[in-house]
Every structure is written in structure tokens, then in C-alpha cells.
């Protein structure tokens, strides 16, 4: 059985489709407080084991996540596998100053209490799955990404950091042709980043900019501006985590890029791929 969280109905359907099992209907409610409530029915539940699949992209997703895992545990599930397709807080992996939490850390230690396996799609840093106390793995989305581009000319994939070349290459690689590189990237605030140019000649080629995750589109945007001033052809947006929170589509829109593909890890307009067959190729 397949048990969506509110916020990865879609995806979870897509998984449901290609593991051939059942999706259980769940209902979201809200207490007059404020307080969520997330259950189904005990006619949907088959079999002692289950699939828990949700996005952690807001503090309701995690209490959803937990109820589930509870209400499963309740029913005599004994085999459970939380699929967190998008960890929020993943971004807060360290104390970055004296004082403050290691946040992902704080709810992977929740997660982990309701269930026997986690599986994540393209975390922001492989280390957190270290945070979890049960067996953590990740799959990777990423080739998918090349899906949506079709005859770029003489294409150059970039990431907007080091860190990023990894998916970048990937979708490379998914493309089958073009040469990859990466910017350097200074942030100075949570809104505001710094970008110097990488060495690659962009001159009437295309470019493919790919990161992990696009929040506020600050990071793509300043990456688009430094690339405008030296006439690539096209920039196209790819990105696993389609976040897009804020003014970020206004950003991404002024700056010129052509299109903006995601994944379904989080779900939105610009989900244009699923990464359904990746998790499912994890879990069979
Ligand atoms: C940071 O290292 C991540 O890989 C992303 O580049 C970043 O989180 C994107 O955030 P924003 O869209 O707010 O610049």
C-alpha cells in the first residue's frame, strides 16, 4: 500500500502505477485549533507492509508524515518505508552558528521513530542521511531532467556551485552530449547570492543551469545575470527540488530564461518530469 502525504498525492499515484500496488485514500483534516489530522480508512490497509510517500516541504508535511507512520503502526503494519522525496530542513545540516540547531538532524530522529527504512531522492548533502537511526538511502532523479530538452545547440550544463556538478553531469550525461562546468557561489544572506563566472565559453550555445533546489530563485537568477552579459543563445532551468517559493518565478521570468523544468519531488507547475520510476526502482 502507497499512503500519501497531502503534499505528494501526485507523485505518490506515479509510484503507486509503477509498483502495481494500491493507494490508500487519505484524508486530510484540520482541527478548528489549527491542529491536522491525517487517517484512512482500515479497509485500505493490505498486507503488513507499507510505503509511506511525503515531501517535508512545510512544518504540517512532518506532523502528516508522523500521523501516518502512527496510524499504520496502529493498523498492525508491521514493514514501514517513509519516502521523504523533498527533506525540509535539509539545508540546516550544521550549527552554522554557536547556538543554533542542527535542524534536519532534529526531524530525521522524529522520522526515524515511525518507521524501519527511509528512501530520499537527490538530498541536498548525502551526510544527512547519517541523521536518521534507520537504514537511509537516496536515488537520484536527476537523469530525468534531460527529458524536457530537446536539440540544444552546442549545450553547456552548468551549476550554480561546486557542490552541484554532480547533477549537473548527470543530466548531462542523461542529454548524451555537452560539456559541464560550474559557477563559484558567495551567499551573503538567505536571499541574497553572489555568482563570478565560470571559464566555459557560453557564446551561442545553449545552457542548461542545474541545481538541487530552487527556493527563492536568487542563486539561478544572479547565475542567468552573469551569463546574459556574455550572449549564450537559449538558458534553460533544470532542478530536482522545484521549490519556487516567494518571487522566485518573477526572478527567474526577468532574468530570460527560456523554460524551467522540475521533478515531482515537490509539486508544482514546473514538476514536468516524475521521479516515480526512480524511487520505484529502490523499492521493488
Ligand atoms: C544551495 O547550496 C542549494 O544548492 C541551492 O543553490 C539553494 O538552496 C537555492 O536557493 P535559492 O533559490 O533561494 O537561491
Redesign the pocket.
Known amino acids: 500500500m502507497i499512503v500519501p502525504g497531502s503534499a505528494s498525492q501526485a507523485l505518490a499515484a506515479e509510484l503507486a502505477a509503477e509498483l502495481d500496488r494500491p493507494l490508500a485514500a487519505v484524508e486530510y483534516e484540520r482541527f478548528p485549533d489549527g491542529e491536522l489530522l491525517a487517517s484512512f480508512s482500515p479497509d485500505d490497509v493490505d498486507g503488513d507492509e507499507a510505503v509511506v510517500v511525503a515531501s517535508t516541504t512545510s512544518n504540517d508535511a512532518y506532523i502528516e508524515l508522523l500521523q501516518l507512520q502512527d496510524a499504520l503502526r496502529e493498523a498492525g503494519v508491521e514493514e514501514i518505508t517513509t519516502v521523504i522525496p523533498y527533506i525540509g530542513y535539509a539545508?540546516q545540516d550544521r550549527a552554522f552558528e554557536a547556538g543554533q540547531p542542527i535542524s534536519v538532524r532534529a526531524v530525521a530522529r522524529a522520522v526515524s521513530t515511525g518507521t524501519d527504512r527511509v528512501l530520499t531522492v537527490d538530498p541536498?548533502e548525502e551526510t544527512v542521511r547519517e541523521f536518521f537511526d534507520v537504514p537511509t538511502e537516496s536515488v537520484t532523479a536527476a537523469g530525468r531532467l534531460a527529458e524536457p530538452l530537446s536539440e540544444l545547440a552546442d549545450p553547456v550544463f552548468l551549476s550554480?556551485?561546486a557542490?552541484?556538478i554532480g547533477l549537473a553531469e548527470t543530466v548531462r550525461d542523461a542529454y548524451g552530449a555537452g560539456e559541464t562546468d560550474y559557477f563559484e557561489?558567495t551567499?551573503r544572506s538567505?536571499?541574497e547570492?553572489e555568482i563570478a563566472p565560470s571559464d566555459v565559453e557560453v557564446g551561442g550555445r545553449d545552457v542548461v543551469v542545474v541545481?538541487?533546489?530552487?527556493?527563492?530563485?536568487?542563486?539561478?537568477s544572479?547565475a542567468i545575470a552573469v551569463l546574459q552579459g556574455r550572449d549564450p543563445a537559449r538558458v534553460f532551468v533544470s532542478c530536482v527540488h522545484p521549490?519556487l517559493?516567494g518571487s522566485?518565478r518573477t526572478k527567474l521570468a526577468r532574468s530570460g530564461v527560456e523554460a524551467v523544468y522540475g521533478t515531482d519531488t515537490i509539486e508544482r507547475a514546473e514538476s514536468r518530469v516524475s521521479a516515480a520510476p526512480a524511487i520505484a526502482e529502490a523499492l521493488r
Not at 541545481?211 to 539561478?220: C, E, H, N
Open positions: 539545508r541536498h550554480p556551485d557542490g552541484a557561489k551567499r538567505g536571499s547570492v541545481d538541487d533546489i530552487i527556493a527563492t530563485g536568487s542563486t539561478m544572479e521549490m517559493v522566485a
